[in-house]
């Protein structure tokens, strides 16, 4: 029950983020992802803090489930 609490906050703050910045989010996770080139134009798009901060669950798997299976 506490692991369904913690994703559903994690989940609200990562459609919040994407309503809020959606070219800074989509461009972290695929840079975390290894989907993106490391080029300097995209480089000031990503945003560090939004896969370092340890509450964003959500961003975490679909980074990885990126890193998985694409």
């Not at 972290?28 to 995209?42: A, H, M, Q, W």
Request: proline share 3%; aromatic share 18%.
């Amino acid at each position: 029950m506490v692991f369904m609490a913690k994703m559903m906050t994690s989940l609200a703050r990562a459609m919040g983020l994407l309503v809020a910045q959606p070219a800074a989010t989509v461009t972290t996770v695929l840079y975390y992802s290894d989907l993106l080139p490391r080029s300097v134009d995209f480089d000031r798009f990503v945003r560090h803090e939004l896969f370092v901060e340890s509450e964003n669950f959500f961003l975490h798997f679909i980074v990885y489930f990126l890193k998985c299976f694409w």
